[in-house]
């Protein structure tokens, strides 16, 4: 193959010396270049199927001899010594040639989206020495005589009339018709019904081998089945005795979207029916509508819009660097009538290998990108997802990398895989897909270390399977018989089928599966060939289901729809989408669980009520996050801390953010409070989000963003939660960041609630300001600086006392034990200390009101014996109160945290951490009885 071509050649080639022949089908376009390329002493011919290839080969053949003629294929070559003629496919020609003719066959294919950039290239810049004929269809004449300069344009009429007859039943096709569909399961199922009703059929279908396709085709072409079931491979060039063709569709899926056929493409489909000088007609069938008359008339008259531009992709590769290559691939189209086309098969591949460290350490010197683009060439016959393929060529292109061919062990183990010839029609033409691929291979120049070997064992290979597959295909379209569902078909192509409100699917009253939400699940009993009828069965009913369903779904009310904690959207318990990670944690992203039959305005309905609705739930259950991340009135550290708070989705270890806390000031403290957030001894957390639909909400948003939904604990922890749960013992197995995110804290064997944590230091706190000389001691205080465990602090987190000394030590505590008749002692002793003090202090408040009592009366007396009002001094209530007791009043709205916030502004456990480094006596110490 040539890979790069000389930069010297021009960008495209005079038209001198170049013959368009143009016309529709039947009009003996490839026989004309079959003799004019016979009558020059060398030629190439190129064609746009493996298949016509071979059929033209096998014609050449006939004409020359075997020995001067070479067949030329990606899979295949037959190449004779001293050969003159060459049969190719169009990705098979070389760019360069010293032949005297050449000859394209069907050129207006360089519109087509996927392959048209290779027969543009051939077009533009292959030419014979003594003649060149490009063959197609008049829809080139404008587009060939812009590009090409000089091109002369030879028109050719078609040799017979091809009429429109209608529409008519599939039960009611003459003799001799080809019925066209669009995909393997419509072709199935057709073919089917006419062998129930006809006697069988032949089936034609693109992923067929060559050899499977031109057996089935011999069976019509025999008369042993008077009808033939075919994609549109009929389209182009198979010689076919037709006396009619009807389209069962006029919807395909071209690799990008499902689209209705434009005229010329029928027309190229119709053009079969009929040959040489006996007339042809074509039509509709099944569930397709009447052409009209616009669309008849352009078939019939050959009459259709012309080709305005073609497809290009330069052939000037910069194999510089891997980059390079890149770019060059990206180049844009250099003139008029010419578009960029879209990355095909090889450049997706370049794409995805681009990416992996392996292959750019491979891909270094101009020798190895070009080999890199070579292995991309590989053809995608299997019709997987372009990162398997990439990764089958990354395979191949590593080995041919560093070991200059293809592991022979690998090579026979990939064959030896499809080497079988067991299995149902889909299973042999899978293999058949991949065999083709390892015939490729071996096919390519140096590849191989024993080239021969491998291009036999391939060729032997396809031809077995290709046979069973034939056998597969007569035996279940010729000779087998077919379900009642299939007999059902003679009506409407379709059996009348019905859709329950419970979703149950019902054909001619069968059951047949489940429509759940937007996806149609087959009955499991219905096995092989049925399993394809029932489905083509039920999308008569699924088609205007999917639409109905689709309105009912945008207008149901958010009671109808549930966001499961393994996030499934499921509306009245029906799967209809899942959520997956996005960029942001609050907003992940939802994929859809429907089947393609939801399509258009439909679909985007079903998306949009779906992604409200999951908007709806975080913006409800997760409110305060929302509110924090979209708080613009915040500033400074407080916005910081706010970010921090989103982040960690709404909990935060104080000592984690000890520094900003010391320089957080009120306002900020009191906009944070505004927004939900609690500042704690331990914690500064949102306590709104420590229940359990917010905290499984944020386990979810969490999983999704961490691939963390098939990690050990994932939903576990949430369900403690909701059982009430304020403590429970830590699974080594659980990861446990679960803990966190359902609002517990681990502590030693234990995952405590934060909040309730914070309710332990409302109990410990009075016990650690205790003094001796402010009156009773509290429960659980010891000496003023360190304090007992109580039963109040165990029952409120469900501990025992070993837990209790984990979670303390946890918490930055010390743990200290001291002998009980020691405890008891000081006890005591500080319990009479206090008691004396009281009694002390009620004496001298005696002692003091009596003293007021004689002063107020001796007042009176005095004021009486003068005749005048006794001046009566009464203090309020509340002023009487504050001299017995002073206490400085909090705010409502700071009371909490005041009462969690000692006046130093580094809490307890802060303080703790230090005295774990340095012993220090600035820690309070948890009393422990021994």
């Known amino acids: 193959m040539n890979i790069q071509p000389k930069h010297s050649q021009p960008l495209i080639l005079s038209g001198r010396d170049v013959t368009a022949v143009l016309g529709p089908t039947n009009t003996g376009k490839t026989h004309l270049a079959i003799e004019r390329m016979v009558a020059h002493e060398t030629g190439i011919i190129g064609l746009p199927l493996r ?52 000859a394209i066959d069907e050129v207006q294919l360089a519109g087509d989206l996927e392959r048209g950039h290779i027969f543009t290239d051939r077009i533009l810049h292959l030419r014979g020495r003594q003649e060149t004929l490009l063959l197609g269809a008049a829809t080139m004449h404008g587009i060939l005589q812009r590009l090409l300069k000089g091109v002369s344009v030879v028109t050719r009429p078609r040799l017979s009339h091809l009429a429109y007859a209608g529409s008519k039943k599939l039960t009611r096709l003459p003799r001799r018709t080809a019925i ?96 040489h000088l006996r007339d042809g007609t074509f039509g509709v069938t099944g569930q397709v509508d009447p052409f009209d008359e616009d669309l008849v008339a352009k078939i019939e008259a050959h009459d259709f819009d012309p080709v305005k531009v073609l497809q290009w992709r330069t052939a000037d590769f910069d194999f510089s660097s891997l980059d390079a290559l890149k770019r060059s691939t990206e180049t844009n189209a250099p003139v008029e009538g010419l578009t960029r086309a879209l990355p095909a098969v090889d450049a997706q591949a370049l794409e995805h290998l681009s990416k992996d460290g392996d292959i750019r350490a491979l891909a270094t010197g101009k020798d190895r990108v070009a080999l890199l683009w070579e292995a991309c060439a590989l053809p995608d016959y299997r019709k997987i997802a372009p990162a398997q393929h ?213 679909r985007d309905k079903v998306a949009s009520r779906a992604e409200r609705f999951v908007n709806f739930q975080i913006e409800s259950l997760l409110k305060p996050l929302v509110d924090l991340k979209n708080a613009d009135q915040l500033t400074g550290i407080a916005r910081g801390i706010a970010f921090q708070l989103v982040e960690h989705f709404g909990l935060i270890n104080r000592r984690d953010i000890a520094e900003e806390m010391k320089s957080l000031d009120q306002e900020g403290r009191a906009a944070l409070r505004r927004l939900g957030v609690r500042f704690g001894a331990y914690h500064v957390f949102v306590p709104a989000l420590i229940k359990p639909a917010p905290a499984g909400l944020v386990t979810l948003l969490w999983a999704l963003k961490n691939d963390g939904k098939d990690k050990p604990g994932f939903g576990d922890v949430v369900h403690a939660l909701a059982s009430g749960r304020t403590s429970v013992v830590i699974d080594p197995a659980f990861d446990k960041t679960f803990y966190k995110l359902a609002g517990y804290r681990n502590l030693g064997r234990r995952a405590v609630r934060v909040d309730i944590l914070e309710r332990l230091a409302d109990l410990i706190r009075p016990a650690t300001n205790w003094k001796p000389s402010l009156g009773q001691r509290p429960d659980g205080a010891y000496d003023g600086h360190a304090f007992m465990v109580t039963p109040p602090m165990m029952s409120i987190l469900g501990a025992t006392a070993d837990d209790m000394e984990e979670i303390l030590k946890g918490l930055g505590y010390r743990s200290e034990a001291k002998p009980a008749a020691e405890v008891k002692a000081k006890l005591e002793a500080q319990d009479n200390a206090a008691r004396e003090a009281a009694a002390a202090k009620l004496a001298a408040e005696e002692a003091a009101r ?81």
């Not at 003629?85 to 003719?101: L, N």
């Not at 292109?397 to 022979?408: C, F, N, P, Q």
């Not at 002023?879 to 005041?898: G, M, N, T």
Request: glycine content about 8%; aromatic content about 6%; overall charge negative.
């Open 51 to 102: 298949l016509l290839a071979r059929e033209v080969y096998a014609r050449v053949c006939e004409k020359v001899g075997a020995h001067k003629v070479a067949l030329i294929t990606g899979e295949e070559k037959i190449v004779p010594a001293g050969a003159r003629y060459s049969v190719c496919t169009v990705e098979a020609m070389p760019r360069e040639t010293d032949a005297a003719f050449v």
């Open 180 to 275: 066209v569909a669009f995909s393997a399961d419509e072709v199935y199922a057709i073919a089917e019904l006419i062998r129930r009703q006809q006697g069988g059929a032949a089936v034609v279908l693109g992923a067929l081998s060559p050899r499977t396709r031109n057996a089935q085709v011999e069976i019509f072409q025999s008369g042993d089945v008077d009808y033939l079931v075919a994609t549109d491979a009929i389209g182009m060039g198979l010689n076919l005795d037709l006396e009619h063709v009807a389209f069962a569709q006029n919807r395909k899926f071209d690799g990008y979207q499902y689209r209705n056929l434009s005229a010329a493409e029928l027309g190229q489909i119709a053009g079969r029916a009929g040959r």
């Open 850 to 930: 009596a003293a007021q009592a004689a002063e107020t009366q001796a007042a009176v007396a005095e004021a009486t014996a003068e005749g005048s009002e006794p001046a009566v001094v009464e203090a309020p209530t509340e002023a009487v109160a504050e001299a017995a007791e002073p206490v400085a009043e909090v705010p409502a709205e700071a009371s909490s945290e005041a009462a969690a916030e000692p006046a130093v502004e580094e809490p307890a456990e802060v303080a703790a951490e230090v005295a774990e480094e340095v012993p220090t006596v600035e820690a309070p110490a948890a009393v422990l009885e021994s």
């Open 390 to 602: 990439a990764d089958l060529i990354a395979s191949i292109y590593m080995d041919l990398a560093r070991h200059g061919h293809v592991d022979e062990n690998y090579m026979a183990e990939q064959v030896r895989r499809a080497d079988t010839t067991e299995g149902d029609i889909d299973t042999l033409s899978h293999r058949i897909a991949q065999i083709r691929t390892w015939t490729f291979v071996s096919n390519r120049p140096g590849w191989l270390a024993d080239q021969l070997h491998w291009q036999e064992k391939t060729r032997e290979i396809e031809d077995r399977l290709s046979d069973a597959l034939h056998e597969r295909l007569t035996k279940r379209f010729i000779d087998r018989r077919t379900s009642v569902l299939m007999r059902r078909l003679r009506e409407n192509t379709m059996p009348e089928a019905e859709i329950s409100p419970t979703g149950t699917v019902l054909v001619e009253g069968h059951h047949v599966g489940e429509l759940q939400g937007f996806r149609f699940t087959a009955d499991q009993s219905a096995g092989g060939e049925d399993a394809k009828a029932v489905r083509i069965a039920a999308q008569k009913a699924l088609a205007a289901e999917f639409d109905a369903r689709a309105e009912r779904f945008a207008a149901c009310a958010n009671g109808d729809l549930a966001l499961g904690s393994d996030g499934v959207l499921r509306w009245i318990g029906a799967p209809i989408g899942t959520l997956v990670g996005g960029d942001e944690a609050l907003k992940p992203r939802l994929v859809l669980l429907a089947d393609e039959q939801l399509t258009g305005p439909a």
